[in-house]
Antibody
Framework: QLQLQESGPGLVKPSETLSLTCTVSGGSISSNNYYWGWIRQPPGKGLEWIGGIYYSGSTYYNPSLKSRVTISVDTSKNQFSLKLSSVAAADTAIYYC????????????WGQGTLVTVSS | EIVLTQSPDTLSLSLGERATLTCRASQSVSSTSLAWFQQKPGQAPRLLIYGASSRATGIPDRFSGSGSGTDFTLTITRLEPEDFAVYYCQLYGSTPHTFGQGTKLEIK
């Protein structure tokens, strides 16, 4: 059974870079049937799609965050990662990693999420 | 970018009642790319409906989706205690994906 697990610091200082990793188990990140993505949710608010990546390294970003986001993949570790630069308090959120189907980007599987707080 | 607007923001109903949640797109969208998610406190969203009307694996048949063009509906018949949650519609199929702001379904 597919599992996605986010990991990384729970506290990041303003202006620094947020870094998270998603470890995939129960399935191969190198499957040509899926994209791998990140979604975030500020506490008590709605969902925002950050971006996604294919195992080959092709990336797709939300234009609203594109200038600050980098998503990468490490097929040898079955992991993909998120970096968000120049963070501010507005970037405080629960960050979810997820799996999308390749054909239509349907979000079928989610990690449990990890809270990242931006504060000095 | 297409904007999804859900209504109402909050819906208060009793056990056993029927819930009707609406998602309106700012322009016509393909019904094959409209999904609904359920989110309970402290949990990740769970896929309920995709392609506007297809139930995801394991979703009870009291959940149904319909609609086309700009107007989509999620209907929950015979509300059960575990159905009280926040529901989001989402447009997928191309990037960037967008979500509605959510409808909170609460017990009356």
């Amino acid at each position: 059974q597919l599992q996605l697990q986010e990991s990384g610091p729970g506290l990041v200082k303003p202006s620094e870079t947020l870094s998270l990793t998603c470890t995939v188990s129960g399935g191969s990140i190198s499957s040509n049937n899926y994209y791998w993505g990140w979604i975030r949710q500020p506490p008590g608010k709605g969902l925002e799609w950050i971006g996604g990546i294919y195992y080959s390294g092709s990336t797709y970003y939300n234009p609203s965050l594109k200038s600050r986001v980098t998503i990468s993949v490490d097929t040898s570790k079955n992991q993909f990662s998120l970096k968000l630069s120049s963070v501010a308090a507005a970037d405080t959120a629960i960050y979810y990693c997820a799996r999308h189907t390749y054909f239509d980007w349907l979000l079928k599987n989610w990690g449990q999420g990890t809270l990242v707080t931006v504060s000095s | 970018e297409i904007v999804l607007t859900q209504s109402p923001d909050t819906l208060s109903l009793s056990l056993g009642e029927r819930a009707t949640l609406t998602c309106r797109a700012s322009q016509s969208v393909s019904s094959t790319s409209l999904a609904w998610f359920q989110q309970k406190p402290g949990q990740a969203p769970r896929l309920l409906i995709y392609g506007a009307s297809s139930r995801a694996t394991g979703i009870p048949d009291r959940f149904s989706g319909s609609g086309s063009g700009t107007d989509f509906t999620l209907t929950i018949t015979r509300l059960e205690p575990e159905d009280f949650a926040v529901y989001y519609c989402q447009l997928y199929g191309s990037t960037p994906h967008t979500f509605g702001q959510g409808t909170k379904l609460e017990i009356k």
